[in-house]
């Protein structure tokens, strides 16, 4: 029987056993930002059967959080909810699979098509300098390289650098950075360009910097680029 406040996230085609938690970890920013009230809604376990992460809302918001979904549902959400829809479908579509969202006490279903919306083939990966922006939130790896896991607050996206540059970039842990190297893209069944991954070429600290030091940064980094000048607006 489910819990009072309990919703599940049914996807398709995964098991909690082939579901990795590095991959829940990519959905799950996602399922935070279409129930806000983030203080409020926690992730219980992922059940049997499919995968299936089960959500658990604490009891005085349960009507706030019904009340947001069944807007999403009656196409009546926030720009914010349906952001989180269009994000979890395109992570459903890569791994070629969909979902529903369920609240067994309350009736609601939300059904999220992922792969089933697909209609573009997929082209690449083909290589092209990129630079992101985001919270380094993650460093880890056992050989001669490195993973670097950088949120921007909708993306995840996975840098590879060096053990030296890790070790570099590892006193900004938590904090706002820029990065930029040769990227891999792909333009997945939605038609749409994403990076899957990046070469670290260099790196610039932002959190901390005033306005212009952030600014002088950022040309550094597009200097380095032939050819390339990243233009930067400013009203100083």
């Known amino acids: ?51 299936v992460p089960c ?13 947001r979904l069944l807007k999403v549902k009656t196409g009546f959400g926030s720009r914010a909810a349906y952001r989180a829809v269009d994000e979890l479908n395109e992570l459903l579509a890569e791994d ?72 570099d970039i590892s006193e900004h842990l938590f904090r706002t950075i820029r990065v930029s190297g040769m990227g891999k893209w792909i333009r997945n069944e939605r038609g749409k360009w994403k990076l899957i991954e990046l070469f670290l070429d260099r790196f610039a600290p932002l959190s901390a910097m005033p306005l212009s030091k952030s600014i002088e940064a950022l040309r550094a980094l597009s200097d380095a680029i032939p050819g390339e000048r990243i233009e930067v607006e400013s009203d100083m």
């Open 1 to 51: 029987m489910a819990e009072l406040g309990e919703f599940r996230f049914e996807m398709a085609d995964f098991t909690p056993t082939t579901l990795s938690m590095e991959r829940l970890s990519a959905y799950l920013p996602h399922l935070v930002e279409l129930f806000g009230h983030k203080d409020h809604v926690h992730l219980m376990r992922v059940d049997e059967g499919s995968a």
């Open 96 to 167: 070629r699979t969909s979902a529903t969202l369920r609240a067994p006490n309350f009736g609601l279903v939300i059904e999220f098509p992922g792969i089933k919306q697909a209609t573009s083939p997929i082209v690449g990966p083909i290589s092209e300098y990129a630079d992101i922006q985001g919270e380094l939130f993650q460093i880890g790896g056992r050989d001669e390289t490195i993973s670097l896991h950088i949120r921007d607050g909708r993306h995840i996206f996975i840098c590879t650098a060096s053990r030296e540059q890790g070790r």
């Open 55 to 67: 959500i658990l809302t604490d009891n005085r918001y349960i009507p706030a959080v019904e009340k």
